[in-house]
């Protein structure tokens, strides 16, 4: 499908930039970030000549998701402070919201050290995100539960862990993002002093 995008084969810039960002997204799930990277790029040169703000933030939101993985804080950065500002032009889907803000907590969270301007970004992806499906949800969640952990908000976090891992369940595939909850959870554990409850998370991650 690429490929025909690339040759001038598929839809308008616009729809061809957020069908690209998605592909981006499937490479860097799958570890493919050398695959993802110049299909995210792809993606942003088309969105920027389409001129509508929704594909553009969403590539911005798939090159910047790659840039963190790869170890370039600076880059993700700058790709977010850029989509932020073309956010009010863009009355995004609520699931579609949900997913950047998520995408854009997590950024704080780890290349600006700003677990406190991570919290309204997902406590808003969480009201948008009502009715997403599960795994957005339990990702959310994830998020939500580190941010929280590092303001020491424990009792908060296992909240969310707990809210997480339900979502998860309801997920056919989603045993990925239940021992990726269980092992926040045994994070959020051990910072809140609680060596037992942690090791419970870790089994169940096992298990």
């Known amino acids: 499908a690429n490929r025909r995008i690339e040759e001038g084969l598929g839809p308008a810039d616009d729809v061809a930039a957020q069908l690209q960002a998605s592909f981006a997204y499937v490479a860097r799930e799958s570890g493919r970030e050398d695959l993802g990277e110049p299909i ?23 090159l910047a998701e790659i840039a963190i993985r790869r170890g370039r804080c600076p880059e993700a950065v700058t790709l977010f402070q850029q989509a932020d500002a073309l956010l009010p032009a863009a009355p995004l889907p609520p699931a579609v919201a949900a997913a950047y803000r998520n995408a854009r907590a997590a950024a704080r969270l780890r290349c600006e050290a700003d677990p406190a301007g991570a919290l309204p970004l997902l406590e808003e992806a969480l009201r948008q995100g009502h009715d997403a499906p599960p795994a957005t949800r339990a990702a959310i969640h994830l998020t939500h539960a580190l941010a929280l952990a590092r303001l020491r908000r424990f009792d908060d976090a296992r909240r969310t862990v707990d809210a997480g891992l339900r979502a998860a369940a309801a ?27 942690a090791l419970e998370r870790l089994r169940f991650a096992a298990e």
């Open 40 to 62: 995210a790029r792809a993606a942003l040169q088309r969105a920027d000549r389409s001129g509508l703000a929704e594909a553009r933030i969403v590539a911005r939101q798939a």
């Open 171 to 197: 997920h056919p595939d989603g045993r990925a993002l239940e021992v990726a909850l269980a092992r926040v959870g045994a994070q959020v554990e051990t910072a809140a002093g609680a060596p037992a409850a």
